[in-house]
């Protein structure tokens, strides 16, 4: 590829990427302000200012233009354990690494609560995000495996830690977004992951 090809796809790209955020922005607001269930495609489209068959372009579905937040997570978790210092510890790796996703929640905590909120009070985002984060577990287990300098599976107990990892981030945010976001999550997942490593 010339370099003018790579400029022109890398411009593609960020402009794509630009309009499926405006796009993702419409819906969740939208969604916010007449509920998940009573929003159509259509109506996301007339929103938007764009037909149907464009809005279905960026999103396949009403679940995607929501939990697209959430795309990249297991990927990026992942570079997260790798990078870790060799001599740390699986569950200290996996606590540092879970600072990646918790990211937007320190840049907009507002914005952050207000998602976590639809997808966890929409039992069809619910259950999409948790079927989407049942990916990250396998992902995070195979990071900790290459730490140890595996090249096969992941073992079992390398699993479970990257499930409990997972689960720890799962209390913390209910209890974050009980709290209407008053309580620091950083603290929570801390104290979630210590509750587990006391023996």
């Known amino acids: 590829m010339t370099g003018a090809a790579r400029a022109s796809s890398t411009t593609r790209d960020i402009a794509r990427a630009a309009v499926r955020a405006e796009l993702g922005q419409v819906a969740f607001e939208l969604f916010c302000r007449e509920g998940f269930d009573k ?3 259509d109506e996301l489209a007339a929103a938007a200012g764009v037909s149907r068959s464009t809005f279905l372009r960026y999103f396949g579905t009403k679940e995607d233009a929501v939990l ?13 354990v790798r990078a870790r210092p060799a001599g740390e510890d699986d569950w200290t790796a ?15 905590p507002s914005g952050a609560l207000a998602t976590m909120r639809l997808v966890r009070d929409t039992p069809a985002l619910w259950a999409r ?22 090249t096969g599976p992941a073992t079992l107990a390398q699993s479970v830690r990257a499930a409990a990892a997972l689960d720890c981030l799962n209390v913390a945010l209910d209890h974050w977004t009980a709290s209407d976001g008053r309580l620091d999550l950083v603290v929570l997942l801390d104290e979630a992951f210590a509750a587990l490593a006391a023996r």
């Open 94 to 108: 996996l606590r540092h690494a879970l600072d990646t996703v918790i990211e937007r929640y320190h840049r907009d």
């Open 129 to 150: 995000h948790l079927e989407k984060q049942h990916r990250w577990g396998p992902a995070l287990a195979g990071a900790l495996a290459e730490r140890a300098g595996s």
């Open 68 to 80: 697209a937040a959430f795309d990249g997570h297991d990927r990026r978790l992942a570079d997260a």
């Open 39 to 41: 929003v159509t495609v």
